[in-house]
């Protein structure tokens, strides 16, 4: 299972890794777990940044790869920032929700700056 994907079956929102577990020695850490932004990314997005960074960043080169035309090559990628930059937006009721968890004193500073 991709973990970076991983949604509620029953809301389809994006379920939050809460247990991490060492099968040789049975140690267990629960907690709220991130996951890098590049996770969240479809298999086919990843093998695309993978290769716009082995290419030095050359969209000719990606375009031969790809076998499309140079536009083509450009749009995947500007189309590529812009599920990373969606990625990497805090919602406005979570901002909230952190701020109040602060405000209450339920976290502190680093950890809500770590949240937001």
Known sequence: MDIGNAKCPDCGKLMTPVTCECKSCDIRMDG???VSILSMLSPGDQALVIAFVRSYGSIKK??????????????????????L????????????????????????????????
């Open 32 to 34: 709220n777990f991130s």
């Open 62 to 83: 990606i375009q031969k790869l790809l076998e499309v035309s140079y536009p083509t090559a450009r749009a995947r990628i500007a189309e590529l920032i812009e599920r």
């Open 85 to 116: 930059d969606s990625t990497m937006e805090v919602p406005v009721n979570m901002e909230s929700e952190i701020l109040g968890k602060l405000d209450r004193g339920d976290i502190s500073f680093s950890e809500a700056m770590e949240e937001l």
